[in-house]
């Protein structure tokens, strides 16, 4: 017979005569304790599911949520000449749904940063993924007179995914510490370029198989209504600091201006935040755009004929998809083994990995350019190894925080950094490049040839975007050590214990002191 921690019996899970806990062994005369009682079923179903919410469990449940996250995004992507087709709007048009999205995205982050270091934080996951797919599914019912509708619902798809990508890396931090926190948010943030990859694969294969693009928004939907449910059954809700030793001993900061004015002095948050910036602006435009301007590369030598039926050509979504899942793993994987080599070097490990992955992939990505209109297959291989080297550093940068910011402050510090790095990043980055494109066209006769090469003049931002952001890594291992030392030093100050009464005799009478 076993004890529940409610104190209740649990029938045939054991034939031994003693009580068996939790916490250990009980002497068999206490069976016939009178507090004891047989569970009822809803207990022994809330026993269960204790028993299955471990740590493991948990990451594998908000990993896959973040590669639903990142489907969603990108199924859109996926699809785009379609809803060009559709709707008859320009390549600014199409990049605004991006923009629209991310914006919001930003907007919502600090709020949903400010709410996940107070309050329950699985709640707030739960209930951000099953929004986001309801409005997703509602959103593929909107007729072709109706596109600023179609824009809106992708912002509100970016207030309930910002819950998700705030929020989640924290229960993680929490999960875990030291390297296994760096092996898990590596395998959380491979989510991010294989849901992108696969949310191009989604969309263009629920487009041809119903031969419609609207049924490339009623997949992931379903899969993100499980997700929410499963969140709130299996995934435990841990002390905020409980990995780091500091499990109900510190408090959050009573004041979200005090929280800002701590992460603007830690000068390696703020430039590492600066640097995803830079790759949230290359991956934004690039997610959006690059399938578009391979499309228009084999229309110039004449491979493909220009889309003028009702279901554009998913050949080029299909393969950057792929690409983009193989370099995500890739990228993840080389990046997490290659940090914890190099943490045996030297300390500053972290930011300079990704300085240097990022001033790598920035070559590559010029090559893309040069190669493209000869070449498709030489463009899809400067597209691997720029991706494979830009994948490199998202969980590296995650890893960062976690190290420079104290446990009670992550969530504000994840949904800061988010709203930077979608700021200053792809908030902008797909709507921009568009407008380049868009303009240089009306400079030119309107051609094939033109509409590819005003495209691909305008893509060339995204190279001197990413060296900037490969310098503001170097800046971060600048003070990388300082930032992780007071970090540390913060978090022993707020583990000794609280002051105690003491009293003191005097020939008046005690009085008492605080020590």
């Known amino acids: 017979m076993c004890v529940d921690s409610d104190g209740c019996e649990i029938e045939g899970c054991s034939s031994s005569d003693e009580v068996r806990t939790l916490s250990g062994r009980m002497s068999p005369g206490m069976k016939s304790s009178p507090d ?59 990049g605004l749904l991006q923009t629209v999205f991310i914006c919001s995205f930003m907007v919502a982050a600090p709020i949903f940063g400010y709410l996940g270091d107070r309050f329950n934080r699985k709640v707030i996951l739960s209930c951000g993924i099953f929004f986001w797919s309801i409005v997703t599914l509602m959103s593929s019912f909107i007729s072709k007179e109706y596109y600023w509708l179609f824009v809106l619902s992708r912002g509100l798809v970016g207030i309930g995914e910002s819950s998700y990508s705030s929020i989640s890396p924290t229960i993680i931090g929490d999960l875990y510490t030291n390297n296994s926190r760096t092996m898990m948010l590596s395998v959380f943030y491979l989510a991010i370029p294989l849901g992108s990859g696969l949310g191009y694969i989604l969309g263009s294969g629920a487009k041809d198989a119903a031969e419609d693009w609207h049924w490339a928004l009623r997949v992931s939907p379903f899969l993100g209504i499980i997700v929410s449910a499963l969140i709130m059954l299996f995934v435990p809700e841990p002390k905020r600091g409980s990995a780091d030793q500091m ?75 792929a690409i983009t899942c193989v370099t995500g793993l890739l990228g993840v994987v080389i990046g997490a083994a290659t940090t914890h080599f190099c943490r045996k070097k030297t300390e500053r490990a972290d930011p300079l990995v990704c300085a240097v992955s990022m001033l790598g992939s920035a070559i590559f990505i010029c090559l893309i350019f040069v190669v493209a209109k000869s070449s ?52 902008g980055s797909s709507y921009l490049i568009g407008l380049i494109s868009d303009e240089i066209q009306k400079s030119y006769a309107s051609s094939e040839i033109w509409k590819f090469l005003s495209l691909g003049y305008a893509l060339m931002l995204c190279p001197f975007i990413i060296v900037l952001g490969g310098m503001f890594f170097l800046a971060t291992a600048l003070f990388f050590l300082d930032d992780r030392e007071k970090a540390e030093k913060l978090k022993k100050l707020m583990l000794q214990p609280p002051p105690s009464s003491v009293k003191v005799i005097t020939r008046r009478g005690p009085i008492c002191t605080d020590v």
């Not at 471990?54 to 379609?82: K, Q």
């Open 376 to 427: 498709i297959i030489g463009a899809y291989v400067c597209i691997f190894i720029g991706e494979t080297l830009l994948f490199l550093n998202w969980a590296i940068t995650a890893d960062i925080l976690m190290f420079v910011v104290i446990p009670t402050r992550r969530a504000t510090a994840v949904a800061f950094q988010s709203f930077i790095s979608h700021l200053l990043g792809d908030a």
């Open 36 to 94: 004891l009682h047989s569970c009822k079923p809803g207990q022994k179903f809330r026993s269960a599911l204790r028993r299955c919410r471990s740590p493991a469990a948990a990451a594998g449940i908000l990993t896959f949520g973040n590669v639903l996250n990142y489907m969603d995004r990108y199924t859109v992507a996926g699809v785009l000449l379609d809803i060009q087709q559709h709707y008859g709007v320009t390549d600014s048009g199409a």
């Open 247 to 321: 499990e109900g001993r510190i408090k959050a900061s009573p004041s979200w201006i005090s929280d800002m004015k701590a992460l603007a002095k830690n000068r390696s948050y703020v430039f590492s935040s600066l640097a995803s910036a830079a790759v949230s602006f290359a991956t934004g435009a690039f997610g959006m755009l690059i399938p578009i301007y391979l499309y228009r590369a084999q229309v110039v030598q004449k491979t493909v004929e220009p889309c003028t039926k009702k279901v554009c050509s998913s050949k080029d979504s299909l393969i950057f998809g």
